[in-house]
């Protein structure tokens, strides 16, 4: 999907908007689109939003970047072992297995096998499936 940088630069721009909704659907918007330049972004509000929705749409997004959101894995990782809503860490295993990086594997392995929730243990063993295969 093409995009030109009038809309990107909304996007950005609607990141920073004080309505969590705005800033949940400009994030989802950037991973619809695969706007690779967005990552920095989208993992600064992984790490610093404090509305849970916009967390989860931006942990998605980098998901739906695939490989291009290498170099958010850290972030994802920290987001799975130490937010505490559930669907955000959820959000956060499936974007690490559709990143497919092998540096996520020993965190990864980790969340699989001492994580108190028995989903985020599930999702996070099959995000590392997702990386091996």
Do not use: C, H
């Amino acid at each position: 999907m093409s995009y030109d940088e009038k809309q990107l630069s909304q996007l950005l721009r609607n990141l920073k908007n004080r309505d969590g909704l705005v800033r949940s659907r400009a994030a989802s918007r950037l991973g619809e689109i695969k706007a690779k330049e967005a990552v920095e972004e989208l993992a600064r509000l992984l790490k610093e939003d404090r509305d849970s929705l916009v967390r989860s749409s931006a942990a998605a997004a980098l998901g739906d970047l695939g490989e291009e959101a290498q170099k958010a894995v850290a972030t994802l990782l920290e987001t799975i072992e130490t937010d505490r809503i559930v669907g955000v860490r959820l959000e956060a295993a499936v974007a690490l297995g559709n990143i497919g990086s092998d540096n996520a594997v020993p965190g990864l392995t980790k969340i699989a096998l001492e994580d108190d929730d028995i989903r985020v243990r599930s999702w996070a063993a099959d995000a590392l499936r997702k990386i091996k295969d």
